[in-house]
């Protein structure tokens, strides 16, 4: 800038000796006075001035050339054109250098190049190069070739402007949506300076045009005196100088600038030992990942594995303390406010009197290479006491504080039941072959004596008073074959004879040949409202009523005053009726509730063998019925016996509304 100042000065000197040695010829100039930074109107008191880069220049090239430039605005690049080809001007400041073969006149390359650029409305995210102006209304200069930059774009949507502030505020306003610019720096300049704040530039640079001035073919002279000058100015770094006035000239380099690549190469090194050191710990980070997932995958897998047993596992201490318990284990153990549910001990759970036992059998297993299996019965969190079978080994830890014992229990509660009722069908079968001998002993003698009372009976060698005694024994000979029939389907059930029955009528029936057995006893019959028939064996049911109202009389042997009451109920809309037999003896303790039905339970009675119920309950299960106990020790028993309904058809009787029938028998 100072070679700059001084050269200019030393031409201001020169000037006077410059005219005195020749006269300036002067030369006329025509510019365009719209396309800021070249060429552009500039307000300065009352007249407007001309400035730009073409008139620097050009005032330059006043200094070391006869001439003196006379400046001719012009809007249009054609008129301009125009005006030239008719002498009107001399120079075209600046023109653009054609191509090919249609080339006219005589052009100064001036060392300077103007940027085609693509400018958009900052509203419209569509377009991003000429190709995509289909459809678009875009804005252009006159006189500028656009041609090739908007073929695919229809004509009326192209709107021709003189200037470029025009185009560009007519884009700012939105009315287009495009604005091709023949000079990027021009429409930079006038976004700027007018502040236009809808504007965006898009795209990449579509065309690079170098500038020069034009003459006309005739101006060999004036041609020959401007190169010169132009091609001194451009060794002597003028036109740079003026480039740089009016485009912006870099700063000087900082330190750091200076120093740019040296930082870089650093920088660099730097950053290849950080990655390198980032990538080893990333390496190591990883498989730290990696092996840590795989030993959680590890852990879970052998979790899931001693979770899902279904064996209960119990890992505890000498003492019996638990340390951990798997999912099947917590279900026994009692609950817990605490989140630790291993706090308890295994001890606790065993039954008190095989607690000393329990842990001599985890002291027998210290030996790591010994290991035993003893049967326990352990009470659960409900209270329910629980046959469990336990394996017990020692595990070998270096991190406990004393040795860890591994206990598998598993619930054979069930298996024994099922043992003992095997060993109990085995009995059963064995009385049903010693049945099977007895019914044929017996039903011989027995085959007898009714065939002599039934001809008694049928030729009348008995006196009236005789007849009643007679029937009964009858009815009792009859009753005892099939006693021993009866017998024999212990071992081999058969299928009941089905028919319809009345419940009520059968239950008088029974109680009146128990006349002489139930002695002594209250009866207190209530009668049903209504008829109650039922669909079944009314022989079988006979036989379960009779085993009932005799387990009853033998409850009351030690009352004196015993009663037994029976009852019906048959609930509206419900297709089964019930049936109840209470007595007020001396019970049955309620743990043996469930017990009294199974084969030889024999609780209360010195005679037996306890088969009376349980037959009895296969009775009712075949005649799809339920039979169930309900009682308290000192407090009587009722047996309640329900049963599906045949029909139930309400007839009226007189024991509708009788009162309870009560009788001593």
């Not at 899902?308 to 798997?326: C, L, R």
């Not at 072959?433 to 009976?457: C, K, S, T, W, Y």
């Not at 028939?533 to 036989?543: F, N, P, T, Y």
């Amino acid at each position: 800038m100072r070679k700059l100042l001084f050269f200019i000065t030393l031409l201001v000197l020169l000037q006077p000796l410059a005219a005195l040695a020749a006269p300036q010829k002067t030369v006329r100039v025509g510019v365009r006075p719209f396309s800021p930074p070249f060429c552009f109107y500039k307000d300065s008191g009352s007249k407007p001035q001309i400035r730009g880069v073409a008139v620097d220049l050009l005032k330059v090239i006043e200094k070391i050339a006869p001439y003196e430039f006379q400046f001719i605005p012009s809007a249009d690049i054609s008129h301009r054109r125009e005006l030239l080809e008719q002498g009107n001007i001399d120079v075209m400041a600046f023109g653009m250098i054609p191509s090919g073969p249609g080339r006219r006149g005589l052009y100064i390359p001036v060392h300077l190049e103007i940027q085609r650029r693509l400018f958009v409305n900052a509203s419209c995210k569509t377009i991003v190069c000429n190709d995509d102006l289909l459809n678009k209304k875009v804005a252009v200069i006159m006189g500028d070739d656009f041609g090739p930059f908007v073929a695919n774009v229809q004509p009326q949507d192209i709107f021709v402007m003189r200037t470029p502030e025009e185009a560009l505020k007519l884009l700012n306003n939105g009315d287009v949506d495009a604005f091709l610019s023949p000079s990027e720096i021009t429409a930079m300049y006038i976004i700027q300076k007018e502040k236009l704040e809808n504007i965006i530039r898009v795209g990449v640079v579509l065309q690079t045009t170098p500038l020069a001035l034009e003459l006309r073919p005739d101006s060999v002279e004036l041609h020959a005196h401007l190169t010169a000058a132009v091609a001194k100015l451009d060794r002597d770094g003028v036109i740079a100088k003026i480039r740089d006035k009016w485009y912006g000239v870099a700063l000087q380099p900082s330190t750091l600038q200076r120093y740019s690549q040296a930082i870089l190469l650093i920088a660099g090194v730097f950053l290849a030992v950080l990655f390198t050191f980032l990538l080893w710990n990333y390496h190591l980070k990883s498989r730290i990942r990696r092996v840590t997932r795989d030993l959680g995958a590890s852990e879970l897998k052998y979790r899931n594995l001693i979770e899902s047993s279904p064996d209960m596992i119990f890992v505890v201490d000498i003492k019996g303390q638990i340390k951990h318990a798997n999912k099947k284990a917590n279900s026994i153990l009692p609950p817990s406010d605490s989140m630790d549910r291993c706090a308890a001990n295994l001890v606790d759970l065993i039954v008190s009197e095989q607690q000393e036992g329990f842990l001599e059998f985890l002291k027998s297993v210290l030996n790591p290479q010994n290991s035993s299996t003893r049967e326990f019965r352990f009470v659960d969190a409900p209270g329910h006491t629980r046959e469990m079978d336990v394996a017990a080994t020692r595990i070998l830890s270096e991190h406990t504080d004393g040795p860890l014992i591994c206990c598998f229990a598993r619930d054979v509660t069930e298996r024994n039941r099922i043992e003992r009722e095997l060993v109990q069908a085995d009995r059963l079968a064995t009385i049903g072959q010693m049945a099977a001998g007895v019914a044929h002993e017996i039903n011989n003698p027995i085959g007898i004596v009714q065939a002599n009372i039934e001809l008694i009976l049928a030729r009348g060698w008995f006196t009236e008073e005789a007849r009643e005694f007679l029937e009964s024994i009858r009815r009792n000979i009859v009753r005892a074959g099939r006693i021993t029939q009866d017998l024999l389907s212990v071992a081999k059930p058969k299928n009941p004879e089905m028919s319809e029955v009345d419940l009520h009528e059968l239950v008088l029936l029974t109680t009146s040949m128990l006349a002489v057995q139930l002695k002594g006893i209250e009866i207190e019959h209530q009668p049903p409202p209504n008829h109650i028939r039922i669909w079944g064996d009314s022989h079988l049911l006979q036989h379960v009523m009779v085993n009932v109202l005799l387990n009853a009389q033998a409850a009351l042997q030690d009352r004196p005053k015993g009663r037994i009451r029976i009852t019906y109920c048959t609930p509206s809309g419900e297709s089964a009726t019930c049936l109840r037999i209470e007595d007020n003896g001396k019970g049955i303790p309620r743990e043996y509730l469930n017990e009294v039905f199974e084969p030889f339970f024999n609780y209360g009675k010195k005679e037996g063998f306890g088969l009376g119920l349980f037959i009895s309950r296969r009775i009712i299960e075949r005649h799809n019925g339920i039979i169930f106990a309900e009682s308290e020790s000192g407090k009587g028993t009722q047996i309640l016996i329900e049963l599906p309904l045949r029909a139930l058809r309400h007839s009226p009787t007189e024991a509708d509304h009788a009162e309870p029938t009560k009788a001593i028998v």
